[in-house]
């Protein structure tokens, strides 16, 4: 099946969406002007009404999985800088040159001093 072309850009939808103390929000002036009316209440079951919310829905939607892709990849990188700081500690500690054996003095010692 098809998908029938958007009437807005998904572009356009996902400028006017602001994260906002973890929210995902959209300013009722910018739904206004996506929706070209001044009321909205009265154009909800137009036929533009509808096709604007599927458009809005499914760019939050989309922008839910790629914050939730972003915080996985980035749990994952941060799971990995550890585990890369260890391996780094391990090959610091082995490129350090083992302590020097400890060598008997040159010459006579006495045997009471």
């Given at each position: 099946?098809?998908?029938?072309?958007?009437?807005?850009?998904?572009?356009?939808?996902?400028?006017?969406?602001?994260?906002?103390?973890?929210?995902?929000?959209?300013?009722?002036?910018?739904?206004?002007?996506?929706?070209?009316?001044?009321?909205?209440?009265?154009?909800?079951?137009s036929k533009r009404a509808v096709e604007v919310n599927i458009t809005i829905v499914r760019t939050f939607v989309?922008?839910?999985?790629?914050?939730?892709?972003?915080?996985?990849?980035?749990?994952?990188?941060?799971?990995?800088?550890?585990?890369?700081?260890?391996?780094?500690?391990?090959?610091?500690?082995?490129?350090?040159?083992?302590?020097?054996?400890?060598?008997?003095?040159?010459g006579f010692i006495h045997p009471k001093g």
């Open positions: 099946m098809a998908k029938a072309p958007s009437i807005i850009p998904v572009e356009r939808v996902a400028a006017q969406i602001y994260l906002i103390r973890g929210q995902t929000v959209m300013f009722d002036a910018d739904l206004a002007a996506l929706y070209g009316v001044a009321m909205l209440s009265s154009v909800l079951k989309r922008l839910r999985r790629m914050l939730a892709s972003n915080e996985d990849l980035a749990r994952k990188v941060a799971q990995h800088d550890r585990q890369i700081a260890v391996l780094f500690e391990h090959v610091k500690h082995l490129l350090e040159p083992p302590p020097a054996p400890k060598k008997p003095p040159i």
